[in-house]
């Protein structure tokens, strides 16, 4: 890979990767690394079966692609999901 990334790119890619909602492109856009890029940094940083269980997890999921997505505006958010302000999570 020809990206120099810290401890914390990688760190954060990861678990960009994880999130269901995330997109590839997304990725890219933040850290200018292509889904095959993103794949090939999950393989060399997770344990072998965590790779599989990712991979399986994502591949032809239409959320992590922007073009399979049945929306293209707007944010997708939990209703478990606990709102931010401040820096501090609001308590429900």
């Known amino acids: 890979m020809k990206h120099n990334l ?7 890619i990861i678990e960009m990767a994880w999130e269901d909602r995330t997109t590839f492109d997304a990725i ?3 850290f200018g690394l ?6 090939d940094l999950m393989r060399s940083q997770m344990k072998n079966s965590s790779f599989k269980m990712w991979r399986k997890r994502v591949q032809g999921r239409k959320t992590k692609h ?5 929306f293209m505006k707007g944010r997708f958010k939990c209703s478990r999901q606990s709102t931010i302000n401040n820096n501090k ?3 429900r």
């Open 89 to 91: 999570i609001a308590k």
């Open 34 to 39: 292509k889904e095959q890029e993103v794949i």
């Open 66 to 70: 922007q073009k399979k997505r049945d």
């Open 6 to 12: 810290n401890a914390i790119q990688i760190d954060r």
């Open 28 to 30: 890219k856009f933040q």
